[in-house]
Each structure stands twice: as structure tokens, then as C-alpha cells.
């Protein structure tokens, strides 16, 4: 009889644990993109299990469909870039980056196909520029390389998955392509960087994971334990290169030694606590102003910094 009310307890301890785990809903801008990779780490190491939630991660074609997602209550934390949050704040679209994720552009490129004649940025002066989408980080570079080039693209949002396809297919001029895509692509020598974001820009935050201002405000515990389980994932793949490197690997069908590259390049430039410099956030809006973007939030609207204390697996 003991035993049997041993037993009940257990499994009433089970069921109670798993009614607890909440679901957060995690919104990546495009399946071969580091944030995908952290959450899917994360989902791997059972970080948000640790924290009580249970995950359920989308990914859209880009920045701008994530933050539709976040806007509209489909997604709890996403990865979005700075000037869409400051804009949107202006149309009364209340979201803030939590979770700061770098001052470097690394990886990121304009890029031609090789045999491409086009040998200057100003060369594309009313040509096709493909990007992810409105409003993502690739349409942000695009901006900045025409001001920057006083050149002006036909920016074409063809989603993550089609910048690569649609230039070798010739259906673009050029690309704005993020790494590790960037870094396979020039390692197979069938793209040519025109520019390189990481060195041509002054550091500037260049996004983070994002929550909308009501989850902030109402359930400010619950997006906690998700950065918490995030940032966890990021500091577990640092301790464990080689199951990083494998992990990139095999979620972007990458060679070992672009999977290394882009570990070395981007995961280990990411910040580790999450927290946004004000200057760093008000450069990212001084370079998308240069670029002609218009009626943005002030800096300190942004973003708001959060205690990060990454989960232990």
C-alpha cells in the first residue's frame, strides 16, 4: 500500500511538473542564422526546461516577418534589428531589444558572383539588391550601402533562403548575405565581397532578442527565463566547442571548417549578458538616419537591460 501511494505521488509530481512548464514562443528571422542556433541548443540542453518553459520555436523569412510575429502576440522573444524597433515605436508599436547581441556586423556581406562585372558598389545604382525582407537586418545594410555609396537599389526581399539561389540564378545583382551563408558561399568561390559590413561600419548594436513593452511590463519573469535559457545556450557552446561547431554543422549544412569558422567569427563575438550600450544603440540609429531611414524612436526607448544569469545545463 505504500509502495502504491509512492508511486501516485510520483506521477502526480510528473504531471504537476509538466502542466508548469509554460510555453514561450521563440521567433528566429531565418533557419541558417545564430539565433536559430541558440534556441535550438538551448531546446537541445534543456535550458528552458530548467526554467519551467517549454519551447516552441518558428522560423520566418526574415526580420521584418519577425517582428510582425512579436507585434501581433505569435511570438514571445525574437531577433529583430534596431532601426525597425525605433520606427515602429513611432507608429505606436511598442517592442524593446532585452537581450543585446553584438557591436559587429561579422560575417556579413555585399556580395556579386564571381565572374560578376560589377566591381563597385556604385556600379549597382538601380539595380536589384537582394535582401530578407523590409525592415530586417539585411534591408538595414542595404540602406547603409547605398547611402554610403550614394547609389540606389531596387531592394528585393526574396526571404533568407533565396539570397544565395536568386543571385547565382542572375535574378539579382547582388546579395546582402549574413553569415555563415556569407562565408560558404565566398569559400566556394562563387561569390566576391563587394562590401564587408565588419569592417567598413563603426561598431553599432546590430539587434537582440526583442519582447513587446506589455511583456516587459506583465510578465516580465517569464521573458527573463527565456533570456536566461538563451544566454545559457551561448555559454554552454562556448565551454563545448566542439558540440557547437557540430551543431552549426549540422543544423546549416556547413563543412566542419565553415561550421569552425563561423563558431570562431560570430558565436564567440556575441555578447555574453545581453546588455546594450547606449551609444552602441544610438550609433545603429545614427548610421540608419545617415541612411535616409526617417521618424525613429530616441535611443533609450530602445532597448531595456535585463539580469541576465545564463542556465546551466
Not at 120 to 149: C, H, M, P, R, Y
Given at each position: ?5 509512492a ?6 509530481g ?8 509554460e510555453?514561450i514562443?521563440i ?5 541558417t ?5 541558440l ?15 517549454k ?6 523569412r526574415?526580420?521584418?516577418e ?12 525574437g531577433?529583430v534589428?534596431?532601426p ?13 531589444v532585452?537581450?543585446g547581441?553584438?557591436d559587429?556586423?561579422?560575417g ?7 565572374d560578376?562585372?560589377v566591381?563597385?558598389?556604385k ?8 535582401i530578407?525582407?523590409a525592415?530586417?537586418g539585411?534591408?538595414?545594410l542595404a540602406?547603409?550601402a ?8 531596387q531592394?528585393?526581399?526574396v ?5 544565395v ?7 539579382l ?5 549574413y ?6 558561399v565566398?569559400?566556394?568561390?562563387k ?17 537582440g ?6 511583456n516587459?511590463?506583465e510578465r ?5 527565463k527565456?533570456l ?6 551561448l555559454?554552454?557552446m562556448r565551454?563545448?566547442?566542439d ?18 569558422m ?8 556575441l ?9 552602441s544603440?544610438?550609433k ?6 545617415a541612411s535616409?531611414v ?5 535611443a533609450?526607448?530602445?532597448?531595456v537591460?535585463?539580469?541576465?544569469a545564463?542556465?546551466?545545463?
Amino acid at each position: 500500500m505504500k509502495k502504491l501511494v509512492a508511486l501516485v505521488v510520483a506521477l502526480l509530481g510528473l504531471v504537476t511538473g509538466a502542466e508548469a512548464q509554460e510555453v514561450i514562443r521563440i521567433g528566429c528571422a531565418t533557419k541558417t542564422y545564430f539565433p536559430t542556433i541558440l534556441a535550438t541548443v538551448a531546446t537541445e540542453k534543456g535550458l528552458f526546461e530548467k526554467e519551467g518553459l517549454k519551447p516552441e520555436i518558428t522560423i520566418y523569412r526574415g526580420g521584418g516577418e519577425t517582428f510582425e510575429a512579436i507585434s501581433a502576440g505569435s511570438a514571445d522573444l525574437g531577433s529583430v534589428a534596431v532601426p525597425l524597433i525605433a520606427t515602429s515605436r513611432k507608429r505606436g508599436v511598442l517592442t524593446k531589444v532585452v537581450g543585446g547581441f553584438s557591436d559587429e556586423w561579422s560575417g556579413w556581406i555585399l556580395g556579386v558572383k564571381t565572374d560578376s562585372a560589377v566591381k563597385a558598389v556604385k556600379e549597382l545604382d538601380g539595380k536589384k539588391v537582394g535582401i530578407t525582407s523590409a525592415g530586417s537586418g539585411t534591408d538595414t545594410l542595404a540602406l547603409w550601402a547605398q547611402s554610403a555609396n550614394k547609389a540606389t537599389f531596387q531592394r528585393i526581399g526574396v526571404g533568407g533562403g533565396g539570397l544565395v539561389p536568386n543571385l547565382l540564378n542572375n535574378n539579382l545583382a547582388a546579395a546582402v548575405i549574413y553569415s555563415p551563408l556569407s562565408s560558404q558561399v565566398v569559400s566556394e568561390g562563387k561569390v566576391r565581397v563587394l562590401i564587408d559590413f565588419a569592417t567598413a561600419m563603426p561598431p553599432n548594436l546590430i539587434g537582440g532578442w526583442t519582447a513587446t513593452e506589455k511583456n516587459i511590463n506583465e510578465r516580465r519573469a517569464f521573458i527573463q527565463k527565456g533570456l536566461n535559457a538563451l544566454y545559457g545556450a551561448l555559454e554552454s557552446m562556448r565551454h563545448h566547442p566542439d558540440y557547437a561547431i557540430k551543431t552549426i554543422a549540422t543544423n546549416n549544412e556547413l563543412s566542419p571548417e565553415i561550421a569552425k569558422m563561423e563558431f570562431e567569427r560570430t558565436f564567440l563575438k556575441l555578447s555574453r549578458d545581453g546588455q546594450s550600450k547606449l551609444a552602441s544603440v544610438e550609433k545603429a540609429l545614427e548610421l540608419a538616419a545617415a541612411s535616409g531611414v526617417k521618424d525613429m524612436a530616441p535611443a533609450g526607448e530602445v532597448f531595456v537591460n535585463m539580469p541576465i544569469a545564463p542556465t546551466k545545463p
